[in-house]
């Protein structure tokens, strides 16, 4: 079956260590994939996308994201977290042909402690 | 920020009774979708729309209908709803379903508690 795994739910980071957040995915053929991050109470805002060509993507907020084909993952990193960088990500994929229609993982909750 | 509104952003409502959730781009989008949030499972899509009067189920579509008669309103309605309907609702809209253009814009989100 078509599937977006995020395996941790939740991580602790300190402030300034480095993050990696992880994403696979199970379809047959490479989807689109995107990161998003959702504030406490808000929506979500996407922090980068890979369609194709170079593996490694940079976003937002200092955050870079590389696809693995052979691993089929799409980890996100950032080299220091900052306190606000606490909030809830999620990995989402789409498949070309499905009418822009999102997967989403359930998502990775990150905390920043001092 | 794209201009995404959802209204109401909170309801209360009891078990049985029909409710519509209301989402208004001014962005001239002609993808728009409707979002569940619940704890463990991320987004699920429950309906989308392709154009107006263009709409398909998503992978939770039981128990919602919707409807689009303008470009810039989509609608969500819970005939009855009931306790598992309880939970986070997002609008997102998208320019087109096509490469470099994927992407989704959310709206705030609606709260809904079903009593």
């Known amino acids: 079956a078509q599937s977006v795994t995020q395996p941790d739910i939740h991580i602790t980071v300190s402030e300034g260590a480095s993050l990696e957040l992880r994403c696979n995915y199970s379809?047959?053929?490479?989807?689109?994939l995107f990161w998003y991050v959702q504030s406490p109470g808000q929506g979500l805002q996407l922090l980068l996308k890979?369609?194709?060509?170079?593996?490694l993507v940079q976003g937002i907020k200092g955050f870079e994201a590389e696809f693995k084909r052979s691993q089929s993952s799409f980890n996100l990193r950032k080299p220091s977290v900052h306190w606000s960088d606490a909030a809830e990500y999620f990995c989402?994929?789409?498949?070309?042909?499905?009418?822009?229609?999102?997967?989403f993982g359930a998502g990775t909750q990150v905390v920043v402690t001092p | 920020d794209a201009g995404i509104t959802q209204s109401p952003r909170h309801k209360v409502t009891e078990t049985g009774t029909p409710v519509t959730l209301r989402c208004h781009q001014t962005?001239?989008?002609?993808?728009m979708y409707w979002y569940r949030q619940d704890p463990g499972h991320g987004l699920r899509l429950i309906h989308y729309?392709?154009?107006?009067?263009?709409?398909d189920k998503g992978e939770v579509s039981d128990g919602y209908s919707v409807s689009r008669s303008k470009t810039e309103d989509f609608l969500l309605t819970l005939e009855s709803a009931t306790s598992s309907q309880t939970s986070v609702y997002f609008c997102?809209?998208?320019?087109?379903?096509?490469?470099?253009?994927?992407?989704?814009?959310f709206g705030p989100g609606t709260r809904l508690t079903v009593t």
């Open positions: 997102a809209i998208s320019e087109a379903a096509v490469k470099d253009t994927y992407e989704q814009y």
């Open positions: 379809y047959g053929a490479t989807p689109y």
């Open positions: 890979y369609f194709s060509g170079d593996t």
């Open positions: 989402a994929v789409v498949l070309t042909d499905s009418w822009g229609k999102f997967q």
């Open positions: 962005e001239n989008h002609r993808y």
């Open positions: 729309s392709y154009g107006v009067k263009d709409t």
